[in-house]
């Protein structure tokens, strides 16, 4: 192993080991929430872009499972005191079980259904939260038994668990990449025909794409509704964690592990700052208005997301002048090498 | 007996408007294979101007049809000119998280500009109530109904029987093909997303004399609008017609029997069902979508 790969390799562990050891230097109740939500976004974001970025399907069904996480989770603990932080796996698949089905039914056709059943979705799982009054309380909501444990550590408690999250979303999104599956799901995105045409069971791999990102959704979700201690179907659905994880990953880039990571700590502590500066009457909606902005502009100018767009950039900034002859050559390295170094 | 003949007419009146709401957007699907997720906001962005239109200057929501077609017609055009039009020829999942972001742009001005609060277009004829036997007809819900037939009629006749419809039916078959021909089909597009837009900017002063609107109520919309052109195929016109009726009727019938909260659970049962049993709905074709 040269000293090169083991840095290309082992760099996380540096801002990693620096994550770990923020909180014993005391990090206050306002930092230790932003790098929750920064973390809870992340990690969503890095598992929607499993589905979004490196296969190509956009789902809109990952905030219905971050919801649906968030009542599986609080039910289980208001009816039978299963403490959540334990079961958030088990949600996780409990999710990921039910969006197969529902891949199953949104991947029949190529195209447009897969976003239309997704929203649908996410409408439905709603309705559900807001209509079982029997089960969920309708919009009065759950109120969640509280954590038993000292609360000075409850905010660094949250914290490592999301940050544990987060790093075997990373994990679990590297493998991919690596993986014989990953490169099937991106030959999925670049011409599903020809995936099909050379054996790859491109209906199998779509399903499982989208049952580990849901999986991230539906653990995020769990996690939150005990961080709040409550559910209730306006929270638990708020359509800005949808465009959260989607604007991430496309202004970090689609087609980079780190691109969502990337997004989701540049775009989260700026919203926060923002929303404490905005007058409070009407902070959320300007809020709204802004990041539907951002989503429109980067999708417009700048597509390939920041991780792409950089490397590219210095790529040409190496490589300043291309002799007309080898121009072919050099253009068709680039992107498989920026490929790679994602 | 009462009942059902209530629901029917009820039905055939609120499909009338979901008609409406629909054509535009599997119109835009058609030329350019794009689901146009901020079609609902748009609709309800046009109910706010009509609010403030009858409050603030005194114009009938029935005349403010007029103008809100023509301004949300250039707005239109601009927004596929100079953002979509790039994004559909390059990446089709760009486009569609940029009417996403459109979406929510709507929404966020809304809640900024008239706060978050329920608003309704309220005229001097909005709690008129007819009493046939034993059925009651709201009279909105008749004017409603009327105006969509009309504006319905003019579409189809716009599309039909005119060289601007039918290079856009051209596109809408095939793209490249009506390239070939001569059609110009970026111009097309930017005139096909302005009409889209337009038609859905005249179902907004319709809608928000009977339905209470507030800024994120285009959710609700745009969830029933998808299950009605995905039954009735996408991109197809007549479909899309067909689907808004027996939808209209089904979600009408449906609440005489169960509490109206579940009423949109009616668009999802089909939805799932047309995507299980015939996943092209009724006039589309199979494989189309995948263009």
């Given at each position: 192993m040269t000293a090169r790969r083991a840095v290309g390799l082992l760099w996380p562990l540096v801002p990693l080991a620096i994550l770990i050891a923020l909180p014993f230097n005391g990090l206050n109740d306002f930092y230790l929430d932003m790098f929750y939500f920064t973390f809870t976004y992340a990690a969503m974001s890095v598992g929607w872009n499993i589905i979004g970025g490196f296969t190509g399907y956009i789902s809109l069904a990952n905030l219905g499972f971050f919801g649906l996480g968030s009542y599986v989770a609080g039910l289980f603990l208001y009816y039978w005191g299963w403490p959540i932080l334990l079961t958030a796996p088990l949600v996780g698949f409990i999710c990921a079980a039910l969006a197969a089905g529902l891949g199953w039914i949104a991947l029949r056709t190529k195209g447009p259904s897969f976003v239309i059943v997704t929203l649908a979705f996410t409408f439905i799982a709603q309705m559900l939260a807001l209509n079982l009054k029997g089960l969920t309380k309708g919009s009065a909501g759950?109120?969640?038994?509280?954590?038993?444990?000292?609360?000075?550590?409850?905010?660094?408690?949250?914290?490592?668990?999301?940050?544990?999250?987060?790093?075997?979303?990373?994990?679990?999104?590297?493998?991919?990449?690596?993986?014989?599956?990953?490169?099937?799901?991106?030959?999925?995105?670049?011409?599903?025909?020809?995936?099909?045409?050379?054996?790859?069971?491109?209906?199998?791999?779509?399903?499982?794409?989208?049952?580990?990102?849901?999986?991230?959704?539906?653990?995020?979700?769990?996690?939150?509704a005990q961080y709040l201690n409550y559910v209730d179907p306006d929270l638990a659905f708020e359509l800005i964690i949808m465009l959260n994880m989607i604007v991430m990953a496309l202004l970090g880039s689609r087609s980079s592990v780190w691109g969502p990571v990337l997004g989701a700590f540049i775009l989260f502590p700026l919203q926060n700052f923002l929303v404490y500066w905005l007058p409070s009457t009407i902070a959320g909606q300007i809020h709204l208005a802004l990041l539907g902005v951002v989503l429109i502009l980067v999708a417009r100018f700048m597509p390939e997301g920041l991780i792409t767009t950089g490397a590219n950039l210095l790529h040409r900034v190496r490589r300043p002048v291309v002799p007309e002859e080898t121009a072919p050559a050099v253009a068709g390295g680039a992107p498989s090498e920026t490929r790679r170094a994602s | 007996m009462v009942l059902l003949i209530q629901g029917l007419v009820l039905g055939v009146l609120v499909g009338g408007m979901y008609a409406l709401m629909a054509s535009g957007l599997t119109l835009i699907f058609g030329v350019m294979r794009l689901i146009n997720i901020a079609h609902a906001a748009i609709v309800i962005f046009s109910s706010y101007l009509s609010w403030t239109l009858l409050t603030s200057v005194g114009i009938d929501p029935l005349l403010s049809i007029g103008i809100l077609a023509v301004v949300f017609f250039i707005g239109g055009a601009l927004i596929q000119a100079g953002i979509l039009s790039a994004l559909v020829d390059k990446d089709l999942s760009l486009a569609l998280l940029a009417t996403l972001g459109i979406a929510n742009v709507i929404e966020g001005t809304e809640g900024a500009l008239w706060t978050s609060t329920f608003h309704q277009v309220n005229t001097s004829y909005t709690d008129i109530t007819y009493h046939v036997g034993d059925i009651y007809i709201p009279l909105v819900m008749v004017i409603t109904f009327a105006v969509s037939v009309v504006l319905l009629i003019l579409l189809f006749?716009?599309?039909?029987?005119?060289?601007?419809?039918?290079?856009?039916?051209?596109?809408?078959?095939?793209?490249?093909?009506?390239?070939?021909?001569?059609?110009?089909?970026?111009?097309?597009?930017?005139?096909?997303?302005?009409?889209?837009?337009?038609?859905?900017?005249?179902?907004?002063?319709?809608?928000?004399?009977?339905?209470?609107?507030?800024?994120?109520?285009?959710?609700?919309?745009?969830?029933?609008?998808?299950?009605?052109?995905?039954?009735?195929?996408?991109?197809?016109?007549?479909?899309?017609?067909?689907?808004?009726?027996?939808?209209?009727?089904?979600?009408?019938?449906?609440?005489?029997?169960?509490?109206?909260?579940?009423?949109?659970?009616?668009?999802?049962?089909?939805?799932?069902?047309?995507?299980?049993?015939?996943?092209?709905?009724?006039?589309?074709?199979?494989?189309?979508?995948?263009?």
């Open positions: 759950l109120y969640l038994p509280l954590l038993t444990i000292d609360p000075s550590y409850r905010g660094d408690l949250f914290y490592y668990y999301m940050l544990g999250v987060l790093v075997l979303a990373v994990v679990v999104a590297i493998g991919i990449r690596r993986s014989r599956f990953g490169l099937g799901l991106i030959a999925i995105r670049e011409d599903e025909g020809k995936a099909e045409g050379s054996g790859i069971n491109t209906n199998l791999f779509k399903i499982l794409a989208f049952m580990i990102s849901i999986w991230f959704a539906g653990v995020a979700g769990a996690v939150h | 006749g716009l599309l039909n029987y005119t060289r601007l419809g039918r290079a856009i039916r051209a596109t809408t078959q095939n793209r490249s093909v009506a390239q070939l021909v001569g059609v110009n089909v970026s111009r097309i597009t930017i005139i096909a997303f302005g009409i889209g837009v337009a038609v859905a900017a005249t179902a907004g002063p319709l809608i928000g004399m009977y339905y209470p609107f507030y800024p994120n109520s285009h959710w609700g919309w745009i969830g029933k609008l998808m299950a009605i052109v995905v039954l009735g195929g996408l991109g197809s016109f007549r479909g899309a017609m067909l689907a808004a009726l027996i939808l209209g009727i089904a979600e009408q019938v449906t609440i005489l029997y169960i509490p109206a909260d579940w009423a949109a659970m009616v668009f999802f049962v089909f939805l799932f069902a047309v995507l299980i049993v015939r996943p092209q709905g009724f006039f589309g074709h199979v494989g189309r979508e995948s263009l």
